[in-house]
């Protein structure tokens, strides 16, 4: 059974930064990519950051150059490091592994207010 668990959501003011990670439990001998989507209320899910398999990234337009998607293989996590964070950012993000199926995360929460 695999399972993904997402922590280090919370409440930032905005400019400050936040590194969510993501720990992958349970045995997957593929891994097509792994990524991070977000979900703004009243909005549809999408895209922040991705990494394949071959370490290569993307980014969503309006998070390039603040966020980074990164892993430690050895620990089987996917970090995301988001800094100058905006309002907009706002949302609760889901962490995804695309594999033979996909693998979803339950999602944290992240809030960026003054």
């Known amino acids: 059974q695999v399972q993904l668990v997402e922590s280090g959501g919370g409440l930032v003011q905005p400019g400050g930064s936040l590194i969510l990670s993501c720990a992958v439990s349970g045995s997957i001998f593929t891994i097509y990519a792994k990524g991070w989507y977000r979900q703004a209320p009243g909005k549809q899910r999408e895209l922040v950051a991705r990494?394949?398999?071959?370490?290569?990234?993307s980014y969503a337009d309006s998070v390039k150059g603040r966020f980074t998607i990164s892993t430690d293989n050895a620990k089987k996590t996917v970090y995301l490091q988001m800094n100058s964070l905006k309002p907009e950012d706002t949302a609760v993000y889901y962490c995804?592994?695309?594999?033979?199926?996909?693998?979803w995360g339950q999602g944290t929460q992240v809030t960026v207010s003054s």
């Open positions: 995804h592994l695309r594999a033979p199926g996909n693998y």
């Open positions: 990494i394949s398999n071959t370490a290569t990234t």
